[in-house]
């Protein structure tokens, strides 16, 4: 295998500089590469030199688009190619491929020293996502550098992280894993944990407690939430109230998108443009994210509720976890009928949609979300009530930040995957109705939205957390 190259590293050394010189090593998946590239584009308007490492082939044609992208709009910031290691797909048989992503990178970390070492300046500090910190921890302590998580779920899911190894130390070690006190934060019932933390001998249980453990000696956790989000959580993690001594947290959310991922929708996107000929706030906006495909059962479900609700819809339909793995039409899942049937008062597409955009879009009233925490921070932001209708993963704890904070509601009984029910259209269809017609929940969500946009202005508390950041990297 080719040794990492280092692009853009012309500079010369210059040990002595106070300039923080931050080397950021993500992960995959879009849900966790767009915080990624957001919170550097916000650091970047500040005094600290930037590295990204790239880790080459990328799992999607998104993906792709996207580093090539951020490498576009900030020609400063330096390109660190990583070529990773093959791995054997047949030791894990039927895992997901984001989850085989980041054995894969796990794998390769040991490669990562040389890398970081080479680049130029002389690196200070890095910034790695949580499925790969075990492996990048103790690779920075080596080098000497501070290292930093940015954690791209919420406040309670990074309790959850760092409490969970612990609770398994105090758990009957014959005992399932049940509901879950996480001290000073709440009880998450058993039924709310990502599926795979119920089963010890899943790949993703022993990468989630390695990283869980490894996250507590880290320098520093940056969270894409706010103070007013999420209050009770930051405070248990700060007070030391889940783990005593639990690293500086950084609570520095909302991320906002960077300007070429707004270009690039309004240049390619057929769906704001169908969007500007709505009404306010008259659209439900329906999207699952791109990790988590919907049965096509659960699909056509989805379709009658939607038309039976009568009201305007825009909907991002997904077939399969990859995007460049898309074969089948709109047409083939949900037949002609449906698409003939709504025409006219509802759009359906496969195309990747800024989704910032959309939700910023004065026609969207409602977003029917699998609630994945990039989607409702992009919720909150916007001041859009959610109906949350979680998926998978860390989506049912998002769902009791949703309830909590007012946003919207969390439909903690609609099934996810492998619970084998359907939620019927009528279910769904009904409970959408309702929601377009409360003006309660919208002044709520409207009211958080501005609780947001406080927080990252001048003097709020996501702002005040930046400078703290960058404060702590310049003090390396
Ligand atoms: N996204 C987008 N356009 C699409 C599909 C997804 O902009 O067509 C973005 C969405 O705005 C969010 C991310 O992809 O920022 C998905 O992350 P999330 O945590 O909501 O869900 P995941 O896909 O990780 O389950």
Redesign the pocket.
């Known amino acids: 295998m080719p040794p990492p190259t280092v692009l853009n590293s012309g500079e010369p050394d210059a040990r002595c500089r106070a300039r923080p010189h931050v080397v950021f090593v993500p992960s995959a998946?879009?849900?966790h590469l767009?915080p990624f590239f957001r919170f550097i584009g916000a650091l970047s308007a500040h005094d600290v030199d930037i590295s990204v490492v790239t880790v080459l082939p990328t799992v999607s044609a998104a993906e792709a688009d996207h580093f090539a992208r951020l490498f576009q709009d900030f020609p400063s910031i330096r390109r660190v190619d990583f070529n990773l290691l093959p791995l054997d797909a047949s030791e894990f048989p039927g895992a997901d491929p984001f989850l085989l992503r980041w054995e894969a990178l796990r794998r390769s970390m040991h490669l990562l020293a040389p890398a970081i070492a080479g680049v130029r300046p002389r690196a200070t500090a890095v910034v790695t996502d949580v499925t790969l910190v075990s492996h990048v921890n103790p690779i920075a302590k080596d080098l000497r550098l501070q290292c930093h998580v940015l954690f791209i779920s919420s406040a309670t899911m990074m309790s959850l992280c760092s409490y969970f190894p612990i609770y398994l130390d105090n758990k009957d070690a014959e005992a399932d894993v049940g509901d879950i006190d996480i001290p000073g934060v709440r009880r998450l019932k058993r039924s709310w944990l990502p599926q795979p933390l119920l089963d010890l001998d899943k790949l993703f249980t022993k990468q989630f407690i390695d990283n869980g453990r490894e996250v507590v000696k880290t320098d520093g956790v940056l969270i894409n939430t706010f103070d007013a989000l999420e209050p009770v959580a930051l405070a248990a993690l700060r007070d030391g109230k889940v783990i005593r001594g639990f690293p500086s947290v950084f609570a520095v959310g909302p991320y906002s998108s960077l300007a070429s991922e707004t270009k690039a929708a309004d240049a390619e996107s057929s769906a704001l443009a169908w969007l500007n000929q709505q009404p306010a706030r008259s659209v439900v906006y329906v999207?699952f994210?791109?990790?988590?495909h919907v049965s096509n059962d659960q699909l056509r479900e989805i379709a009658a509720g939607l038309e039976a609700s009568g009201c305007r819809f825009l909907w991002?339909v997904k077939t399969t976890a990859v995007d460049r793995d898309e074969a089948a039409g709109v047409r083939d899942v949900l037949g002609d009928g449906f698409v003939d049937r709504v025409r006219g008062r509802g759009m359906v597409t496969k195309a990747?949609?800024?989704?910032?955009a959309v939700l910023g879009h004065p026609a969207v009233g409602l977003f029917l979300s699998?609630s994945?925490?990039?989607?409702v921070t992009?919720a909150v932001a916007a001041g859009v009530p959610l109906l949350a209708w979680p998926r998978a993963g860390d989506h049912r704890v998002a769902g009791t930040v949703v309830a909590s904070s007012g946003v919207g509601v969390w439909m903690e009984q609609w099934s996810w995957d492998g619970e084998e029910w359907l939620v019927s259209g009528q279910e769904i269809g009904g409970k959408v109705k309702e929601m377009m017609a409360d003006a309660g929940v919208r002044e709520r969500a409207a009211k958080v939205g501005e609780q947001a946009a406080k927080a990252v202005a001048e003097g709020g508390t996501s702002r005040t957390s930046m400078l703290e950041f960058v404060a702590k990297l310049k003090a390396a």
């Open positions: 998946g879009m849900g767009l999207a994210g791109n990790r988590y991002i990747w949609v800024d989704q910032e699998h994945g925490w990039n989607s992009e």
